[in-house]
Each structure stands twice: as C-alpha cells, then as structure tokens.
C-alpha cells in the first residue's frame, strides 16, 4: 500500500518562500511519477509541477514556472516543492500525488495515489 505524506505548509507573506515535502512509502515502483497539485476554494484542482523519479525529467503548469521547482531524494522516496516568490494566488491546499509510470500518460493525469494535503497561504 503507497502512503504519501506532505508537510512543510504555513503562511507567508507575498515574495516569500516556502519548501513543501512529500514522503512515499509503500510499492516504490508504483510511485516513480510524482506530483504537485492544488485547490483553492471554489476552483478546481489543478497539477503544479510532476516528475518522473526514474530519470528526473519535471513539468510546470504556466503558473508556477521560474518560480517553482520540484525535486527528489530518491534514497529518502522524497518529493519536494520549492516555491519563491510565492503570490496570493497561490494560496491553496498542495497535494502530492503518485503513479507508476506509463509512456502516454499526460504530467497531470491518471494520478492513482494522493496524500492529505497541507495549507499554503500567502498573505499580500
């Protein structure tokens, strides 16, 4: 059974920065496709950055990019999201989420496994 847990949310101030980390456990090679989504209330989830474990390749949404930055620990089956100069619209719940890997499959999609969440505000 994969477990994702994420940690490393709060509150900050616009131009600020925070670090946003997501622990797996369970079936590792089911969770060599990993990413970042977020809600904010009353919108609909959308995919912040992925990556894929296996060979480091990563993927933006638009929004985030030159901003945030995703990266991995593989000895730790750890995710992070590094967010700078973060806006308040950025203010959301994060989730990380997981998947094995499959040539086709968009950075966004056919997530199969997702953690709790944790909250960002960013207070202008």
């Known amino acids: 059974q994969v477990q994702l847990v994420e940690s490393g949310g709060g509150s900050v101030q616009a131009g600020g920065s925070l670090r946003l980390s997501c622990a797996a456990s369970?079936?590792?090679?089911?969770?060599?496709?990993m990413g970042w989504f977020r809600q904010a209330p009353g919108k609909e989830r959308e995919g912040v950055a992925s990556?894929?474990?296996?060979?480091?390749?990563?993927y933006y949404a638009d929004s985030v990019k030159g901003r945030f930055t995703i990266s991995q620990d593989n000895a730790m089956n750890t995710v992070y999201l590094q967010m700078n100069s973060l806006k308040p619209e950025d203010t959301a719940m994060y989730y990380c989420a997981a998947k094995p890997w499959q040539r086709g499959l968009g950075p966004f999609t056919d997530f199969a496994y997702w953690g709790q969440g944790t909250q960002v505000t960013v207070s202008s």
């Open positions: 990556i894929y474990t296996g060979g480091g390749s990563t």
């Open positions: 369970g079936y590792t090679y089911s969770t060599n496709y």
